[in-house]
């Protein structure tokens, strides 16, 4: 059964630091893992896509990185900003026969404190 | 460019109604993904429609259902509801490449009640 599990559930940082999310999935066979940023009560916002050739790909502060042969990827956020208090949802799809299905994870809550 | 818009944005209905929900993509895009949202599930993907035709499908069961319409505008449409049908149901779309590799773009979403 494809999984997709995201570390921590939770997490307090104080605004200006680093953080490091963490997202686990056993998805096969893979297609590519997307992180997406998702406030209260809005839509998702895509920030980054990687393919499995792909091993870091950064979008402003955000950098994910995937490792295909650990079946892991991370999302480091550098230097934390209010506004990045959001949820952050792990997305991996699968692809067969031309068809790719999405496995979300459950999500990161992410809350910056000034 | 207008985003993804999604209508309407609340929707109270009772067990056994039906619904329908309507998905307007960015102007040119042409694929368009459903998906539902529950605190105790999250997000799930329900279809996934490119030029008219259901290219990808979750794991739902029948009564859920969709079209996509020849400029691209997209319905989703609940039958028999239930009361685990309560979510957010929230609609993206992509300029083609859908769930490939393409940037997929949500709209606010139609928060429904079932009672």
């Known amino acids: 059964k494809n999984q997709v599990e995201q570390s921590p559930q939770s997490l307090i940082i104080l605004e200006g630091k680093n953080c490091t999310l963490q997202?686990?999935?056993?998805?096969?066979?893979?297609?590519?893992l997307r992180w997406y940023k998702q406030d209260t009560g809005r839509g998702p916002v895509s920030l980054t896509i990687?393919?499995?050739?792909?091993n870091t790909k950064s979008n402003g502060r955000y950098t994910a990185t995937l490792d295909a042969d650990t079946k892991q990827s991370s999302l480091h956020i550098t230097a934390s900003q209010l506004s990045d208090s959001a949820s952050y949802i792990c997305?991996?799809?699968?692809?067969?026969?031309?068809?790719?299905?999405?496995?979300f994870g459950r999500g990161t809550s992410l809350i910056v404190h000034p | 460019k207008a985003g993804v818009t999604q209508t309407p944005r609340y929707l109270i209905k009772t067990r056994g109604q039906q619904v329908t929900l309507s998905c307007s993509p960015i102007?040119?895009?042409?694929?368009v993904s459903w998906y539902q949202q529950t605190p105790g599930q999250g997000l799930q993907f329900l279809f996934e429609?490119?030029?008219?035709?259901?290219?990808n499908k979750g794991n739902f069961p029948g009564r859920f259902s969709g079209r996509q319409f020849s400029n691209s505008r997209s319905e989703m449409n609940v039958s028999t509801l239930e009361l685990g049908d309560s979510a957010l149901y929230l609609c993206?779309?992509?300029?083609?490449?859908?769930?490939?590799?393409?940037?997929?773009?949500f709209g606010p979403g139609t928060r429904l009640t079932v009672l």
């Open positions: 993206a779309s992509s300029a083609g490449g859908g769930l490939g590799t393409d940037t997929q773009y």
């Open positions: 997202c686990n999935y056993t998805v096969s066979p893979f297609s590519n």
């Open positions: 990687m393919t499995f050739s792909e």
């Open positions: 997305v991996v799809s699968g692809a067969s026969g031309g068809s790719y299905i999405p496995t």
């Open positions: 102007s040119g895009h042409r694929s």
């Open positions: 429609y490119f030029s008219e035709t259901q290219r």
